[in-house]
């Protein structure tokens, strides 16, 4: 039979076509061994939530009871809105069915949700922020989902998952959706950071980037100045360093899901220190800080609380907060000289003192 010449564009965008999620999570074990097959799965899960999540949301302004508040305050002492209970009932629905997972835990649920038939074979906690971002919800702008997944230690037989309260390294994969124009699914099993864009025609998430390195430094720093003054002085130091030289800009969503997606992509850093009323600052370890970590460290950028690696951080408990500095290796590391300059100068103050 005679050669036939094809088009390549057309080849290479038909193998794209055929990256989907679940395979690609194979692809990068390239195994297809019990716990290859149950991450394609579990992932595969949390497509399916992201995709129903996302339906919801492109919807909502359209739909009798999908947007506004629920009237209820959640463990954080934070307003619940309608989108946010729907996508934790999403996850829990979806896991339900999944058999791998006996226990999520998430910001909206004081304690973990046990799903009991799954228990005797379900090794993986899933640990999630259903909406990230919510006060962006009833506008229309963007927000995210972010997620972590945990292999369960021991039985868990008195229910309290202290097996959770360990550091970042413990997580086996970990990402987000972030519901913008597209919505885009980023993960990490510990092999590189890859995004997947969903494209609604095929109902599938389809590979976008593979290996997403983030540049050693950028432009932008991402931060909430209006707390400026209840932050501490070594914060306020590092903000007038970027007023005073040229090179920075200024970027801030309002969901940290968004405000993470374009520093992974452009650089740069996005901050949340402690203020004078919340020194640990707002952001919880699990579900939000240690994710965002993990994808950070295998982009070959930094996470830190400013004084410590963000990954070894041990949570006190499940809905422990930490101040969060992430981004690039440069700027991470800049923010932190200016906290170690003041801790520094107040070691010698108590030393002169004394
Ligand atoms: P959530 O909607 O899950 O409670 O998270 C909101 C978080 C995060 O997305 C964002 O970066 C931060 O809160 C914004 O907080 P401020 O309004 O204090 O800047
Ligand atoms: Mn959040
Ligand atoms: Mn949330």
Redesign the pocket.
């Known amino acids: 039979m005679a050669d036939v010449e094809r088009p390549l564009v057309e080849e290479h965008s038909l193998d794209r076509d055929c990256t989907t999620l679940s395979r690609h999570v194979l692809q990068q074990l390239q195994s297809f061994s019990a716990e290859a097959q149950d991450l394609s799965a579990l992932m595969n899960r949390i497509a399916l939530a992201a995709k129903l999540i996302s339906r919801r949301l492109s919807r909502a302004g359209l739909m009798e009871g999908a947007l506004g508040f629920t009237g209820n305050i959640n463990v954080q002492g ?1 307003s619940v809105k309608k989108m946010d209970i729907y996508a934790n009932d999403v996850f829990i629905s979806v896991f339900k069915q999944s058999g791998l997972v006996c226990r999520l835990a998430s ?1 909206e649920m004081e304690k973990p949700y046990y799903i009991p038939e799954n228990c005797p074979i379900g090794r993986y906690t899933l640990i999630y ?1 259903p ?5 962006n919800i009833d506008i229309n702008l963007n927000i995210g989902s972010i997620f972590s997944i945990r292999r369960q230690e021991g039985d868990d037989i008195d229910g309290n998952a202290l097996d959770l309260l360990q550091d970042g390294h413990k997580q086996l994969a970990a990402g987000y959706v972030l519901y913008g124009p597209s919505t885009m699914l980023v993960y990490s099993i510990g092999t590189g950071v890859h995004s997947f864009t969903l494209d609604p025609s095929l109902g599938e998430f389809i590979l976008s980037n593979e290996n997403i390195q983030i540049p050693e430094h950028g432009p932008v720093y991402s931060v ?1 100045e209006g707390n400026f003054w209840q932050w501490d002085e070594s914060i306020r130091d590092y903000i007038r360093y970027v007023h005073r030289h040229e090179g920075y800009t200024a970027r801030y969503s ?3 899901v968004g ?1 993470f997606h374009r520093i992974l992509s452009q650089g740069g850093v996005f901050l ?1 220190p402690g203020t004078l009323k919340k020194p640990e600052g ?2 919880r370890l699990l579900y939000e800080s240690a994710p965002l970590a993990f994808l950070m460290a295998q982009a070959g950028g930094k996470a830190s609380t400013g004084t410590q690696n963000l990954l070894d951080v041990v949570p006190d408990a499940l809905h422990t907060r930490t101040p969060l500095i992430i981004g690039s290796k440069e700027d991470v590391s800049l923010v932190e000289s200016f906290i170690q300059e003041r801790a520094r100068e107040s070691q010698e103050v108590v030393t002169v003192r004394s």
């Open positions: 934070e910001e922020d909406i990230d971002g919510s006060s909430n309002g969901a940290l405000d949340y707002k952001l």
